[in-house]
């Protein structure tokens, strides 16, 4: 079965830089759209990036653009999510989700367990 697992989530300081991986597996991993969400405590879960299958194409929220980059290496059947100058409103768990049609909608197929990143201030 597909399953997506998150890591790298950590503790950071504002104004710091974090990476975080998606390993993908159980799927044609070069044929997905793949997106990274995330839910901070009593909020609704948000989209943060995603990049699609054909030609890498990207596109991240404006809450995060110029901060954040999504990335992907098919070779490794992982997705990145490089965050820089981390803000505390960028404290939530990070879900990274997979389907082959959707991009910057929140229908994804699958979804990750999550990993959290706290941003102390």
């Known amino acids: 079965q597909v399953q997506l697992v998150e890591s790298g989530g950590r503790l950071v300081q504002a104004g710091g830089s974090l990476r975080l991986s998606c390993a993908a597996s159980?799927?044609?991993?070069?044929?997905?759209?793949m997106a990274w969400f995330r839910q901070a405590p009593g909020k609704e879960r948000e989209f943060v990036a995603a990049?699609?299958?054909?030609?890498?194409?990207?596109y991240h929220a404006d809450s995060v653009k110029g901060r954040f980059t999504i990335s992907r290496d098919n070779a490794k059947n992982t997705v990145y999510l490089q965050m820089n100058r981390l803000i505390p409103e960028d404290t939530a768990v990070y879900y990274c989700?997979?389907?082959?049609?959707?991009?910057?909608?929140?229908?994804?197929?699958?979804w990750g367990q999550g990993t959290q990143v706290t941003v102390s201030s």
């Open positions: 989700a997979a389907d082959r049609v959707t991009f910057s909608s929140s229908n994804y197929n699958y």
């Open positions: 159980g799927l044609t991993f070069s044929s997905y759209n």
């Open positions: 990049i699609r299958w054909s030609r890498g194409l990207t």
